[in-house]
């Protein structure tokens, strides 16, 4: 037989699971999009973040019941609150897509000599939310550490393109171009650190403890 | 699937109420009958009169004061000697035994003599107390001659309620539920205060019920003490322990057994006299416990 | 140590040849609340028991082991088992007020250990009353028997009782398991009230009830004692999976 508090948790895990397949979609088609300049996929990637938030808003209403009626302690109760953690990282993901989105509707071109670390950036910050979300289903606090390390990839890249910014400012008659390319990798410099934070639930989830991991 | 059992099991259940109550009816009906018919016959001769005189050869005349004296003595003595033995066993038995295979077997015999016929007690009586008192006034040189005494008569009643005062004071004790026992031992009080303070007083009403039995038994007690020497005719009030005595039963055996039509009514006066003695002595006890239980709830 | 009221090594009870505690050891903290928490049978009402010395009660318990209060054994012959029940105190999980009256059920113990002054009596009385939060509801009829109280005020009439023999300890089993929810909410607001100049151990079916009014939670399972520890601690992030088994009610 079956506890009724595993019925309910499998319910919000499951919730959660598609979330994060969202999610990843979500970027992983923004990043083709940007490639291709394909403005229908962008619109696509805009309504799919209605989605994550719905879920989000699920995941948020299930929990509260879960904790007010069922009581749960130790682990079950770590998981709650990692989960409402995790899943609120996530929404802020999704959004992130949905910015990278407008932008592509735009029109406009990624800015030449950023492309080369945009499209770094977006590869490590992928594969930190692929990893990080697997991870949060199931722990192993060894690999955390060196998720979590790849985020200075990400900074570093921003940090290289912040010395590149003055020149490329001053080399352009409008600098648009720069400036939205600019914010694209700030968006994905941020991503990361959410990416991080997904981690930092998933230590929550099997310690009851944060650990500030950078 | 269940409605069509019901009108059979609801007959049955009416039929079996009917049934009861016929039967109940019946021991009423029955003890109705003797009440009325010993009372119709001894009405007329009890009186004042008749309670306190002796009795005589005229039945008319004869008077029940020496045996209603009798038997309140019996009755008395029997308590004063068979209370305190029969509730100190029955406390030790219940909670003070340290070892519980000899206590039950202590137990189990007590409760078998309980079953034991009266009968049985007037031989006991007989063959020791008489005996024994006899022995005691001839070694010293008293002028009594007999062992057939008061004594010896309150003595044997002594032994026969003993059991049952011991039984049914147990059976009270046992009442008393464990977990104001336990209280009163959480709070640092030794046994004996436990058992003094809270076990007895619980138990007190249902103890006195069984002092109420034993008082009935004493009182219709016939055969033993007519095996001690309750005698049949006796002119003077049985006060003294070393003196002849009669109890009620007695006399109105003797009443019956007497040719004169006349003692009859007698008799059946003296049965009245009897059942009257019984409700008052049972009624002093009830009204204790009941005030008892007042002060206890 | 002076933080400690109870230091148990090692103790082993035996009821005939079946063993109900194996080798339990712990130290009861001073002026805490410590809450003892298991399935049924897994021997924590025994535990508790031996605290007072009621197993002393129960035919064929052997006990082994020790066990200290305030550093004197309490099974040396040198203790007078009738102080020690004085010291440590005892509620029961069904009240059980005698048949008296309210005055006399609260006097009942310091009558047995000798205090016969009617004006002590009436100040123990009185004292105990408001120290059990009854005296307000009853002060009027003090002198009405005990048995026409709620559960509830028995209950607290039971915790009087108690205090007014001033103890070190109270142990509670499971003292709030007959009761309705209000009367719970109102004696577990008076544990906490107690817990200032009292040591207290409670026995309870209720993990809620454990992990909202204890500072310390011991586990027993099969009469062995799995963890203990803070509550804050065990409840969030329990040591033993045993432990964690049962408070998420993983377990039969």
């Not at chain 1, 506890?3 to 990043?31: F, G, Q, R, Y």
């Not at chain 1, 130790?74 to 899943?87: E, F, G, Q, S, V």
Request: aromatic residues 8%; charged residues 20%; glycine residues 6%.
């Amino acid at each position: 037989m079956t506890p009724l508090i595993d019925t309910e948790m499998l319910d919000i895990e499951s919730l959660l699971k598609e979330m994060v397949a969202h999610v990843l979609a979500m970027h992983e088609n923004a990043k083709k999009a940007m490639d291709t300049n394909d403005a229908a996929m962008a619109v696509k990637i805009i309504k799919r973040d209605e989605l994550v938030n719905n879920l989000d808003e699920m995941i948020n209403e299930q929990s509260l019941a879960l904790l007010a009626t069922q009581a749960p302690v130790a682990k079950d109760l770590r998981t709650a609150i990692a989960t409402i953690r995790m899943a609120t990282d996530l929404e802020r993901i999704g959004d992130y897509a949905k910015v990278i989105a407008e932008f592509i509707i735009i029109g406009r071109p990624v800015y030449g000599p950023f492309k080369v670390h945009i499209d770094s950036m977006y590869d490590v910050f992928m594969s930190m939310l692929k990893e990080s979300t697997n991870l949060f289903f199931n722990p192993d606090l060894k690999k955390v550490y060196e998720i979590v390390a790849r985020d200075q990839l990400i900074d570093a890249q921003l940090k290289k393109a912040f010395d590149v910014i003055k020149s490329a400012l001053a080399a352009t008659d409008d600098p648009s171009d720069v400036l939205n390319s600019f914010n694209i990798m700030r968006t994905l410099e941020r991503a990361g650190d959410h990416s991080k934070n997904i981690c930092e639930a998933a230590i929550f989830k099997v310690k009851g403890k944060k650990i500030d991991l950078g | 699937m269940f409605k069509s059992h019901s009108k059979k099991r609801r007959f049955i259940n009416t039929l079996m109420n009917i049934v009861l109550l016929i039967f109940s009816a019946s021991s009423v009906v029955i003890l109705a009958v003797i009440l009325i018919s010993i009372i119709v016959k001894g009405i007329g001769s009890v009186s004042w009169n008749f309670i306190t005189s002796y009795p005589s050869r005229n039945p008319v005349l004869a008077g029940i004061l020496p045996s209603l004296v009798g038997s309140l003595m019996v009755v008395g003595g029997s308590m004063v000697v068979a209370l305190p033995i029969g509730l100190a066993t029955a406390l030790y038995l219940q909670e003070f035994a340290k070892s519980k295979r000899w206590a039950g077997l202590i137990q189990s015999l007590i409760y078998n003599l309980a079953g034991v016929p009266s009968i049985v007690y007037g031989i006991f009586g007989a063959a020791f107390f008489v005996t024994t008192l006899k022995a005691i006034f001839v070694a010293s040189g008293s002028s009594l001659t007999t062992g057939r005494v008061l004594l010896a008569g309150i003595l044997t009643m002594s032994i026969l309620i003993l059991p049952v005062i011991v039984v049914t004071t147990q059976e009270a004790l046992k009442t008393v539920p464990k977990n104001l026992k336990e209280a009163s031992l959480a709070l640092g009080a030794t046994k004996v205060q436990t058992t003094f303070k809270i076990t007895s007083r619980y138990a007190f009403p249902n103890i006195l019920t069984g002092v109420i039995l034993a008082i009935a038994r004493v009182l219709g007690e016939t055969a033993p003490l007519l095996m001690v020497g309750a005698a049949g005719f006796i002119t003077f009030l049985p006060t003294n322990l070393f003196g002849s005595f009669t109890v009620l039963p007695v006399q109105i055996f003797s009443w019956i057994t007497r040719p004169q039509a006349g003692f009859q009514a007698t008799a059946a006066a003296g049965i009245i006299v009897l059942l009257l003695t019984q409700l008052l002595l049972s009624g002093i006890a009830i009204f204790l416990r009941a005030k008892l239980q007042k002060r206890y709830e | 140590m002076d933080e400690f009221v109870y230091e148990v090594s090692n103790l082993n009870l035996f009821y005939d040849q079946v063993q109900a505690l194996k080798n339990v050891s712990m130290n009861i903290k001073k002026n805490q609340v410590t809450a003892f928490i298991g399935p049924s049978g897994c021997g924590k009402t025994s535990f508790l028991r031996i605290l007072n010395r009621l197993s002393d009660l129960v035919e064929g318990c052997t006990i082994n082991g020790t066990v200290k209060l305030l550093d004197e054994d309490i099974f040396s012959p040198s203790m007078d088992v009738f102080d020690l029940r004085r010291r440590v105190g005892m509620v029961f999980q069904k009240p059980n007020p005698f048949p008296m009256s309210i005055f006399e059920n609260v006097a009942y113990g310091p009558r047995c250990h000798g205090i016969k002054d009617k004006a002590v009596l009436k100040q123990l009385v009185l004292e105990s009353l408001k120290q059990a939060a009854l005296y307000d509801e009853v002060k009027d009829r003090l002198n009405k028997s005990a048995l026409e109280l709620s559960g509830g005020q028995q209950q607290r009439l039971c915790i009087a009782r108690a205090l007014a023999m001033k103890p070190e300890v109270l142990l509670m089993d499971e003292p709030t398991s007959a009761l309705d929810p209000i009367a719970t909410a109102k004696i577990e607001e008076l544990i906490n009230t107690l817990k200032k100049n009292y040591t207290i151990v409670i026995v309870t079916h209720s993990m809620q009830q454990a992990a909202r009014i204890s500072d310390t939670t011991a586990f027993f399972l099969l009469g062995e004692l799995i963890e203990m520890g803070p509550t804050k601690e065990f409840y969030a992030t329990p040591s033993d999976p045993r432990s964690e088994n049962y408070i998420t009610g993983r377990f039969g």
